[in-house]
């Protein structure tokens, strides 16, 4: 199924987003994960992809995608980056979507690392989006975006320029990358309606659930971090299952205030993590269900 297709029908979609297991982690660890998750009613999984990584790690991606298919009935979302991949090493990765049924692409240029020199036959994601829609146009592509600007872009103008171009060579539909402001991402999303940007836009959600995570996180994302969320940091330092239900409440409030500002859907960064994924879908759902089927 075509995911975009769902917005003709759908006011505010619900999503998850996981992650293939780790080279040395056993393969059943997602599997009964994905299991556990299999009660949840996401609109669909999104299943990540290591740029740089050896092939059979990104095999991983297209298995789970799979797996998500056949044994959970839901659409899976397979992530693809271009930057240290040539054209035939992306048309042999299409093919294998294809051969499994996976009909939607989140199209990425992925990060440049010192230790995998990038290839030189895609720049940016809007490269890989035009490549595969002349190559294989039948996929639905979705690609990333940035509230807080991408960390190589000069200005927020200037990144809605790109991704302008990226949506012209093909993407349906964009998923943010996470934030803890919802300021900062309402701000973004009328500069990119302003631009002319109007593909749906998911806001990708990143419940912080212990204090290893939030220095890396905002290191990582380049997230502000609101006064509010420092405080329950703070409060509960020390007191990893206070700080628990601290980092998915506050998830929780933010996507009950971007449901109230007609959000057009959540991506919910799950991290693998069953019971963060399960307490943030169980306290969402019926919004969710009322934004679609008003009374
Ligand atoms: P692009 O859209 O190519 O943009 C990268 C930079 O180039 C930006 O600064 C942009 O402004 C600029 N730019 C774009 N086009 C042009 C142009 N034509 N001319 C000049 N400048 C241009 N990484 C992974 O490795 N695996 C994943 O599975 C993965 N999933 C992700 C999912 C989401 C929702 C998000 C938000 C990010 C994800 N990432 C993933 C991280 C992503 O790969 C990095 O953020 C990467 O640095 C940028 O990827 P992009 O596709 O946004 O790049």
Redesign the pocket.
Known sequence: MNIAELFNHKKTLFSLEIFPPKKDSPYNVIYNSLLKMRGIPADFISV????GGSRAQQDKTIEIASLILRTYHTEPVA?L?CVNADREQVLDTLQQFKANNVENI?V????ISPDCPPKSDFK???DLAAFIKKNEPGFNLL??CYPER?Y??ESMD??IE?LK??INNGITHL???LFFDNDKFYAFRDKAEKAGISVPVQA?IMPITNSRQIERTVALSGASVPTKLKRLFERYRGNEKALFDAGVHYAIEQIMDLIANDVRGIHLYTMNNVEIATRVSDAVQNIVEAENNPK
């Open positions: 990540t992809y290591g740029a992530h980056t989140m990425l240029r992925g990060d940016y994601a809007s690609g990333a991408h190589q872009a200037r990144d790109n171009i990226k998923i943010t990358q990708g």
